[in-house]
Structure formats: C-alpha cells, structure tokens
C-alpha cells in the first residue's frame, strides 16, 4: 500500500534504489541481491540512516563487506 507520502530520490547512490520514507528517514537497497556468500558474511541488502553521507557510508560498509567475500575490487 503506498501512502503517498513517501518519495524516491534520484539515483544517488549506483546499485542501490534510494527511498525517503515519510518520516524522512533515507533507506537503500541494493538492486542486485548479494549472492548467498555475502550476506552470511554479513553484507545487508537493505539499510537505513538519518542523512545522506551517513547513508552512503552504509552503502560501502556493505560493499565492502560483500569485496572480502568475492575479492573483487572496489568500483
């Protein structure tokens, strides 16, 4: 059910779909589940924060989280 209340930023954050809630709360969540090995390493789909840089800070803890699993580099 939506509310009409809440809104979807533009794309800030690659990857991830940015959302403010009606109670101006920032979440994102990565469009792209992690694979089944990430998120046992504990990388999260979905996450929240107060502001945008403290989300963004979320968004690479995950991803980072996610390079220690695969190796891969970061983007």
């Known amino acids: 059910m939506h509310d009409g209340k809440s809104t979807t930023p533009g794309p800030v954050i690659s990857?991830?779909?940015?959302?403010?809630?009606d109670?101006?709360?920032l979440w994102a969540s990565r469009i792209v589940p992690f694979?089944?090995?990430?998120?046992?390493?504990?990388?999260n789909r979905t996450v929240d924060a107060d502001t945008l840089d403290e989300?963004?800070?979320?968004?690479?803890r995950q991803?980072?989280?996610?390079?220690?699993?695969?190796?891969?580099?970061?983007?």
């Open 23 to 25: 109670r101006g709360r």
């Open 55 to 60: 989300l963004w800070a979320e968004v690479e």
């Open 35 to 43: 694979s089944d090995a990430e998120s046992n390493a504990g990388a």
């Open 15 to 21: 990857g991830w779909r940015v959302i403010l809630s």
């Open 63 to 75: 991803e980072s989280t996610a390079r220690q699993v695969t190796g891969r580099a970061a983007s």
